[in-house]
């Protein structure tokens, strides 16, 4: 009885420790959206209170109408699926060639993806803006895509994925006279579709949520993305909050919409690389 009781304490606490910590985490997302409902003025009274006085549906129309979020958004998704699809084909292919195929340096090769991965983005700015000028690509989506077509963190995920599967698939496909590029695309690709959605939702997100990269090397506010958009609907002596937080709520529907379609996969793309370790 006394063990069933300690388990049952553990298992309560435990629970009240996971609910606290998910409350903490949605505070900010459920201020920010409560924040675009309400009238400025309901923003700056104290005590602060969750909800506003009444509902201002206006502040989404503003956004609409008066911040081109539409040209922003359209800006931003282009460049998150040229990002996405892109590096998706580079990694898949990359990693299937580290993990399975056999060439002259590989593992040395390999070893400058991972010291790569321990360069901090930051220093590489000033020679990628310097590349990206002297190919005329300032200014231009491209700028934002073309830098990152190899990142080596997709490449190391989906060799490590590829590596740990069953070698006999790839031998007995062999002995069925199956080429190389055969047993990519129909065997181990079909796979992987757990570790693809995985990388999927992290290239997403972080193309979809990148800020540095526009405000460096975008010019024309006619190609803004909605980060940068965001940023510049800062008032240098007032804000509009509201707006500003409505803004912030329609950028972050499509980031959630795919997490929740892929979430099974995510979910076990994660279990996945846990048990394997």
């Known amino acids: 009885m006394k063990k069933k009781t300690k388990e049952r304490l553990v298992k309560t606490f435990s629970m009240v420790i996971l609910l606290a910590g998910s409350a903490l985490m949605l505070l900010p997302f459920f201020w920010m959206v409560s924040t675009s409902f309400k009238d400025l003025s309901d923003v700056f009274v104290y005590p602060p209170k969750f909800f506003g006085s009444f509902i201002k549906w206006s502040n989404y129309v503003d956004v609409l109408q008066r911040f081109d979020f539409l040209p922003m958004f359209s800006n931003t998704l282009l460049v998150t699926i040229g990002v996405l699809v892109t590096e998706l084909i580079t990694s898949t292919m990359a990693g299937y060639a580290f993990a399975c195929l056999k060439f002259r340096g590989k593992n040395i090769l390999f070893l400058f993806y991972l ?35 190899t990142l080596p963190f997709g490449v190391f995920l989906m060799r490590q994925f590829f590596g740990d599967l069953p070698i006999e698939l790839a031998e007995s496909a062999k002995i069925d006279g199956c080429t190389p590029w055969g047993i990519f695309t129909k065997i181990y690709l079909p796979l992987s579709k757990p570790s693809v959605a995985t990388l999927s939702i992290f290239i997403f ?23 940068l958009g965001i940023y510049l609907m800062q008032g240098t002596y007032s804000t509009n909050w509201p707006v500003l937080m409505a803004t912030c709520t329609l950028s972050l529907l499509p980031a959630l919409i795919l997490f929740l379609c892929m979430q ?8 996945m690389s846990g048990i394997k370790g």
């Open 115 to 149: 010291i790569s991965m321990m360069i901090p983005f930051h220093v590489m700015l000033v020679p990628t803006f310097e590349l990206l000028k002297n190919m005329n690509l300032l200014n231009s989506l491209w700028s934002l895509i073309w830098p990152v077509l």
């Open 205 to 227: 997100i972080a193309t979809w949520n990148d800020f540095l990269k526009p405000l460096i090397y975008l010019s024309d506010s006619k190609k803004n993305t909605l980060t």
């Open 264 to 271: 099974d996969l995510f979910v076990e793309g994660i279990a």
